[in-house]
């Protein structure tokens, strides 16, 4: 398996909260992503980066924000959490000579 | 916009049954189209095609890729219950902007014993 951890694996808050969640990895791969997975939905693209300090936004990124300040993390930001931010988050990461991303294990996020 | 719509939403079928999942695709310059296992847990990788690679065999799975039609088959051959899970299908276009995919909303089987 890659290794790829995301910290913490579940969390509960409550609305108007910042969370902050990180994904961190070993295998020195240039790519991360964050995606969010809600029933009917499949995957959705947050932010991803293409190296240290550089980012861009995915396909629903109102309402998050990223950092990236060393190959091995990337961090998620809800900066005023909200109930439709309840969801599945994933990291991934690539290589990048494919496009095969590997997953983290995932951290389930409540907002109440 | 790139656009992936799998089929049918979810299906059950008893083991030994032969499952037909199904990916539709709309992408820019296509490059590659992936299928990802999902348990109750991350997505696995199952299989990557391209151009060059448009059919896929591991064991009971198999995939085809039709370039002209811009669809996708994962055949599973034999079910059994650890078959039951999500899959999803994704794909990339070439030169695509921090190698991002596209993914669909996923196919639920169900392998009842």
């Known amino acids: 398996d890659a290794g790829i951890t995301q910290s913490p694996r579940h969390k509960v808050t409550e609305t108007g909260t910042p969370v902050t969640l990180r994904c961190h990895q070993t295998?020195?791969?240039?790519?991360m992503y964050w995606y969010r997975q809600d029933p009917g939905h499949g995957l959705r693209l947050i932010h991803y980066s293409y190296g240290v300090k550089d980012t861009d936004k995915g396909e629903v990124s109102d309402g998050y924000s990223v950092s990236r300040s060393k190959t091995e993390d990337f961090l998620l930001t809800l900066e005023s959490a909200t109930s439709s931010q309840t969801s599945v988050y994933f990291c991934?990461?690539?290589?990048?000579?494919?496009?095969?991303?590997?997953f983290g294990p995932g951290t389930r996020l409540t907002v109440l | 916009e790139d656009k992936v719509v799998q089929s049918p939403l979810s299906l059950v079928v008893h083991e030994g049954d032969t499952v037909t999942l199904n990916c539709s695709y709309e992408v820019t310059n296509f490059r590659s189209l992936l299928w990802y296992k999902q348990e109750k847990k991350a997505p696995t990788f199952l299989f990557m095609l391209t151009s060059s690679g448009i059919e896929k065999k591991s064991g009971r799975l198999s995939s085809i890729l039709d370039k002209k039609e811009l669809f996708s088959i994962l055949n599973i051959t034999a079910t059994q219950t650890g078959d039951s899970a999500v899959y999803l299908c994704?794909?990339?276009?070439?030169?695509?902007?921090?190698?991002?995919?596209?993914f669909g909303g996923g196919t639920r089987v169900l392998v009842k014993p």
């Open positions: 295998e020195n791969h240039r790519y």
């Open positions: 991934a990461i690539s290589e990048g000579t494919t496009n095969e991303q590997f």
């Open positions: 994704a794909v990339a276009p070439l030169k695509a902007a921090g190698n991002k995919l596209t």
